[in-house]
């Protein structure tokens, strides 16, 4: 497993992507969706809404488990991927990729966001 | 640190080597899942699985009193048990409470081996069962013996489990009916093979030596090749059960339930000769129960795609009316479905306006007979 060293990463295990015109993408990492297993349901938070970095602001609901999942930045979101809404195994099959799960326009930015090797570091240990 | 060490079963290389996600299950290590526990799942359905169930807690009980010993034990009527056959049973104290749900297997063929009995426990309650066994022996001409590091235990199940099991036995697998068991020898290894599960599917739990469950292991790999045969863990053995509307012990059973209260008071056998303990409590419990039904073991499938987890409160009209025990999405039914707990009064299949609150919203499910799924003969 190779965490794309473009994004950077929260200890949630979330993906962020760089910004575009102050828009950035956000997702959860391989290490989080084979964490989970098998994603049956995602619950996200609706264009428009306001989040706050490290709060929750969705669900992800696998076999086993529902988990919290956190904005890794604060913002506004932009846009949410219905297609991971309507097929949730995208998260499992494509993490940084068709899975993910909301863009938000990022007006803060906590500074202790991890890069690709640091979150390597995280994980392993 | 080693009172907490994790116990490994003899296949704990070979799963790693796998790739399994590994989980603690009762103190062991066990499988959780190898890939996508979906998958594993539909695998059973449709075709083959196979999994690794070493922890769970064999328990032998041999001599001449063995039978009139697990009679007083256990609420079943073991002595009407016939050799090579098997009977779901279950453990009880004094006051009534389920101790554990179990197997009891009468081994051998013959009249002189055919006090040998092998009782099989939930991983999580083999300790409890062996100390009650063994306190329950006094005055009984029977020996209770610890087997749970004799046998490793490989379960293959689902449509395609007999023809790969019979490629690799001469035993009679046609004659063998489901909960029965017989010696024999599988893939050149000494096995005691038995018709059970715990999947809802056709299949064959595999008692084996530790020593040959590797080996037993890759031939049933190989032997499953062309037929679909996958390795399975535990997560989707929780889903197929749930599914086959199969009670698991911490969930739907526990010390605080009579099997009356579960809705399982038919494995209790007053008719039996002699006492058993629990007896009277039992007895008491069953007139409550015909008197005053208690909570009923439902099935519930949602509307929505939220999934209720074991805890959460069943409600009805702002009332909370019941409890889920065990809940997940269901891979058959492409729906989220569990079990619950829940008043007579709403415990009817179509019963109106009945919900599960999941984390504080109320979400509609649907009130259905159990099981959920079952399979086509």
């Known amino acids: 497993m190779s965490n794309p060293t473009q994004l950077r990463y929260s200890k949630e295990h979330e993906w ?46 696998s076999t086993k488990s529902v988990s919290d999942l956190y904005s890794p930045v604060g913002g506004e979101i932009t846009e949410i991927n219905e297609d991971v809404v309507n097929d949730p195994s995208l998260v499992n099959s494509a993490p940084f990729e068709g899975g ?20 390597d570091a995280e994980i392993a240990g | ?107 051998g063929e013959t009249e002189a081996e055919s006090s040998h009995y092998m009782v099989v426990a939930n991983a999580s309650n083999a300790q409890t ?18 087997d749970r590091d004799a046998y490793a235990l490989l379960a293959v199940q689902g449509p395609e489990s007999p023809a790969i099991l019979a490629s690799l036995t001469d035993a009679d697998l046609d004659g063998l009916k489901y909960y029965a ?25 595999l008692f084996v030596k530790p020593e040959h469950a590797v080996e037993l292991w890759q031939a049933l790999t190989k032997a499953g090749e062309g037929a679909g045969l996958v390795p399975c863990g535990l997560s989707c053995r929780d889903t197929l059960r749930l599914e086959a509307g199969m009670p698991l012990y911490g969930n739907e059973l526990s010390t605080a339930l009579t099997p009356f209260d579960a809705g399982l008071g038919r494995v209790v056998k007053f008719e039996k000769e ?61 729906k989220p479905i569990a079990m619950a ?3 007579p009064a709403h415990a009817a299949p179509g019963a109106e306006g009945v919900g599960v609150d999941i984390r504080g919203s109320h979400e509609p499910y649907e009130v259905v007979a159990l099981p959920f799924y079952k399979r086509r003969k």
Request: glycine share 12%; with cysteine.
């Open chain 1, 16 to 61: 962020l992507s760089a910004a575009e015109d102050g828009v950035s993408t956000v997702g959860i990492t391989e290490h989080a969706a084979n964490a989970l297993g098998d994603v049956v349901f995602v619950q996200l938070p609706e264009v428009g809404d306001s989040v706050t970095a490290g709060e929750t602001c969705g669900e992800l609901e």
């Open chain 1, 100 to 119: 993910w799960l909301f863009k938000v326009r990022v007006t803060d930015e906590p500074a202790d966001l991890l890069t690709a090797a640091e979150y």
């Open chain 2, 1 to 107: 640190m080693s009172s907490t060490e994790p116990r490994r079963t003899a296949l704990d290389a070979l799963h790693r080597s796998l790739g399994a996600t590994m989980t603690d299950f009762a103190g062991w290590d066990m499988p959780l899942r190898y890939g996508s526990e979906r998958d594993e799942h539909n695998a059973v359905r449709t075709k083959a699985g196979l999994f690794d169930l070493s922890h769970m807690g064999e328990i032998t009980v041999t001599g001449p009193g063995a039978a009139a010993l697990l009679d007083f034990a256990l609420v079943g009527n073991i002595g009407g048990v016939k050799p090579g056959r098997a009977r779901y049973t279950m453990i009880c104290r004094e006051d009534g409470g389920i101790l554990d749900d179990l197997i009891v297997y009468r081994l």
């Open chain 2, 129 to 146: 069962v062996l100390d009650a066994l063994v306190e329950r022996s006094a005055g009984f001409d029977a020996e209770v013996r610890d």
């Open chain 2, 181 to 205: 068991g017989l010696p024999g020898t599988v893939a050149g290894v000494p096995a005691l093979i038995a018709r059970t599960g715990y999947t809802g599917e056709d299949g064959f739990e």
């Open chain 2, 274 to 334: 002699g006492d058993f303990v629990g007896r009277a409590a039992l007895a008491e419990a069953a007139e409550r129960a015909a008197a005053r039904p208690p909570r009923v073991l439902v099935g519930l499938v949602a509307e929505g795609r939220r999934v209720p987890r074991a805890g959460y409160a069943v409600v009805a009209g702002g009332e909370v009316i019941g409890e889920v025990t065990s809940g997940a999405p269901s891979p058959t039914l492409g």
């Open chain 2, 341 to 343: 707990y829940v008043d």
